[in-house]
């Protein structure tokens, strides 16, 4: 059975969010209570994970996601809010031979609602961060002076769900919402051959429609240009949206994979399957299917987070239940849950 660690200094409240760094050593969470507060802990040689740092406050409002910057620009984390801010923080030393400190290096308040999700580019593209916008938009900011993490450039910005596609046409449906959705999540296409790439997932509209969205930054415009819809999360009764995105890694496939996570009636964990042509990116041809719904993953209240593994050949996804299931696709394209773990039924270590 899989084996437990009990924590010390435990954050009061919930845990709203927990990322890992790119190398699954550091751990950090944010709670909501009185104040929001971030906590990283780090694992030692014998996998016991300890606080090295007092949990400190940050922002003003809930905490929805933390993300990792990779290590070649140094320990950073970004932190986005209800507060409409992301806030760049940087552990360094204060002075030689103390205890390393996080300190806030810069705050993000272009956006005017709430910022959902934010990701960091892959390392080749260089500091730069995506922010989901309540507002309807993704905000792409770069850092171009990496010893410099008080200075960021909006790059560009672009309203993810107010035009139709060119190559994937959407049905009248779909966007006939006078209303703009706000964007809850986004993933970075991680891959050093394509152009920079994000799928992007939104709210619910009235219709009980939300959208899978994939875009790519045109090198000859300069923009960021829509390439397709991916299969919708739907609910006749309202109350859908998409409650997470993750754009699998590529190890040389020929196509590229992507979990999205919903509240749908059934279906609300979809793999969707996009070719690498020498076009681009695009959705498979006519009369296939672009997307696989597993079914067995349905729970009343839908599915909060999915995840690949480095080789992205197994799914992670999780729920309100408490279990984390694994999936894996068989030679014939069918996607297969290969493990539930249950939080009840993970032995806790000694504190």
């Known amino acids: 059975p899989l084996k437990g660690y009990a924590t010390r200094d435990v954050l009061v409240g919930y845990v709203k969010d927990i990322a890992f760094d790119f190398y699954g050593k550091r751990l950090a969470t944010c709670s909501c209570d009185e104040r929001p507060r971030i906590e990283v802990y780090d694992q030692d040689e014998k996998g016991e994970w300890t606080v090295r740092h007092k949990p400190w406050a940050a ?10 910057a990779h290590p070649r620009f140094g320990q950073i984390i970004a932190s986005c809010s209800d507060d409409c801010s992301v806030e760049i923080w940087e552990e360094q030393e204060t002075t030689a ?36 916008c309540m507002d309807g938009r993704v ?43 706000g964007v809850r999540c986004l993933s970075w296409n991680t891959s050093k051959f394509e152009p920079p790439s994000l799928v992007v997932g939104s709210e ?9 969205r994939v875009w790519q930054y045109g090198e000859a415009s300069r923009k960021w240009v829509l390439v397709c819809d991916l299969a919708k999360h739907f609910r006749p009764e309202g109350g859908c949206q998409v409650n997470d995105v993750s754009w699998a890694p ?21 793999v969707h399957r996009l070719n690498r042509t020498p076009d681009g990116l695009a959705p498979v041809g006519q009369g296939q299917s672009n997307e ?12 909060w987070r999915v995840s690949w593994n480095a080789t992205g050949t197994v799914l992670g996804s999780s729920g309100p239940e408490g279990v984390v299931r694994l999936w894996k696709s068989t030679f014939k394209g069918e996607w297969r849950e290969i493990k539930a773990v249950s939080s009840e039924s993970v032995e806790p270590a000694a504190p």
């Not at 922002?59 to 990792?68: A, D, M, P, R, V």
Request: with cysteine; glycine share 6%.
């Open 292 to 303: 696989s719904a597993l079914a067995s993953a349905d729970q009343p209240a839908g599915v």
């Open 97 to 132: 031979g103390s205890q390393p400190k996080w300190h806030k290096r810069a705050k993000l308040s272009d956006a005017q609602k709430p910022i959902k999700d934010i990701a960091f580019a892959p390392e080749h593209q260089g500091l730069k961060v995506a922010l989901a």
């Open 250 to 270: 590529n190890m040389g496939r020929s196509y590229h994979l992507i979990a999205s996570a919903g509240q749908d009636e059934h279906g609300q964990l979809k």
């Open 139 to 181: 905000y792409v900011y770069e850092c171009v002076d990496v010893m410099n993490l008080s200075d960021w450039t909006l790059e560009e910005y672009f309203d993810a769900f107010v035009q139709a596609p060119y190559s994937w046409r959407s049905s009248e449906a779909d966007l006939s919402s006078s209303r703009n959705p």
């Open 204 to 212: 619910g509209t009235e219709e009980g429609t939300a959208l899978v």
């Open 59 to 68: 922002h003003e409002q809930t905490i929805n996601k933390l993300c990792w």
